[in-house]
Structures are given as C-alpha cells and as structure tokens.
C-alpha cells in the first residue's frame, strides 16, 4: 500500500561512476517526480513525467543525467561519471493527475561521491 | 517564473508558544501553495496546501496558514508548540494545473525548547 519508495537507501561510489537510483511510484499515480536535496542548493526539481507525454527535463543539471520511466510506472535516474558535487540525496515524489498538485515524496537516496 | 523566500533559517520557539514561519512567493499567474515538513532522515510530508476557495488552511499537527494575495505571503502558523514540531518546513509554489514542479523556498528548521 504503501507510499513511495526508493531504493537504495544509501549509496555510496567512486567519482567517474555511473550510478542508478530507482523510485516505485504509489500504484496509479501518473505523475512522477525526481527532486535534489543539497546543502549548498537546497531543493531542486530535476524532471517530472506525466503519463504519456514528454518528460519535462528542464530541472537536469547536465546531461550526465537522465532519467526514465518504463511502463508508466517505476522510474530510474541515471547519473553518469559521477562527480563529488553529485552528492546529495534524491527525493521520487508522485501525484494522481488532476489532484491539484499533491505530491507524496519518497523516503530519498542519499548519494555519496567519494 | 515562480519563486518563494522564507525568512529565517532558524527559528527557536519554547515549547507552548506560538510558531510562525514565514513565506512570501513571487508568481505571474495564481499559484498552489503548499508546506511540507521534514523530519531528520525522512522525505518530505505535507503539512497543508492552498489551492482555491478559503483562503486559511488547516493542516495536520494543528498548523494553519493565510493565503494573503495583497502580500504575496503564505505563513505557517501554530498556537502552540510541541517538541515533535522540531523538524525543518518547507514552503513551495506550483503552477495551477493537474502536475506541475514544485519551487520550493530553502527551508527553516524549527528549534522547540523547553
């Protein structure tokens, strides 16, 4: 029933790593959404899906990153040749389409690039 | 463009006094308002959300907030303090819509002191 959820909870990885970060959406929603949490940046939005449309990229720092969303459902952020600055944790959040924008977030990954 | 500014990074309050935190937004077009609270090593919860019609809106936990479009604010209100409350909030701004990204403000963290 759950909310939420993404995993792993933790990683930890070597700078020039590609790592991949997964977010299981609460069944039904359609909208997904990845944020950033930072100390120097706070929260950042990073990319939003929508059912069928075209995911909105315009929060993706570089093109180091990318995301998708297989099936309308899971999603998977993908950070390539991850540098020091990449470290932060990564909030999935979802929403039902047409709830005026309630977003229910994830517990985060929290990523360490060493 | 959307942004929102919360005054103060900190705020310290005795247990069984009033807590305000502050949130003024900037939008073009009339925006949902939202609080979310973040307790250590979780994601974000929602506190209470403003989107159409009474402009105070009751949330969980006992908080309140005033939607004042003359001041572009959106402060969060409590009457009286609880050692839970401790955590950091939030404040974010989306467009109007059925999904949106949300701006978020860059947080204070409540301190409650006995």
């Known amino acids: 029933g759950a909310g939420v959820s993404q995993s792993p909870s933790n990683k930890v990885t070597e700078k020039g790593k590609d790592v991949e970060l997964r977010c299981d959406p609460i069944s039904g929603h359609t909208a997904l959404y990845w944020y950033r949490q930072s100390l120097g940046q706070g929260l950042e939005f990073l990319i939003y899906f929508q059912g069928n449309s075209a995911p909105d990229k315009s929060g993706l720092p570089s093109d180091r990153f990318s995301a998708e969303r297989t099936g309308g459902s899971v999603s998977t952020l993908t950070i390539q040749r991850t540098q020091q600055e990449d470290s932060a944790v990564y909030l999935c959040a979802s929403s039902l389409a047409g709830t005026r924008n309630e977003q229910f977030f994830g517990p985060g990954t929290r990523l360490t690039v060493l | 463009a959307q942004s929102v500014t919360q005054l103060g990074s900190h705020v310290s309050v005795s247990e069984g006094a009033l807590v305000l935190l502050r949130c003024n937004y900037s939008?073009?077009?009339?925006?949902?308002l939202f609080w979310y609270v973040q307790y250590p090593n979780q994601g974000l919860q929602l506190l209470l959300k403003?989107?159409?019609?009474?402009?105070l809106v009751k949330g969980i936990n006992g908080f309140e907030a005033e939607f004042k479009k003359s001041e572009t604010s959106f402060h969060l209100t409590k009457p009286s303090a609880h050692m839970s409350d401790a955590a950091e909030y939030f404040c974010a701004v989306s467009r109007t819509g059925t999904a949106s990204k949300l701006t978020f403000g860059t947080g204070t963290r409540l301190q409650v002191t006995l």
């Open positions: 403003y989107t159409t019609g009474a402009t």
């Open positions: 939008s073009s077009v009339p925006p949902y």
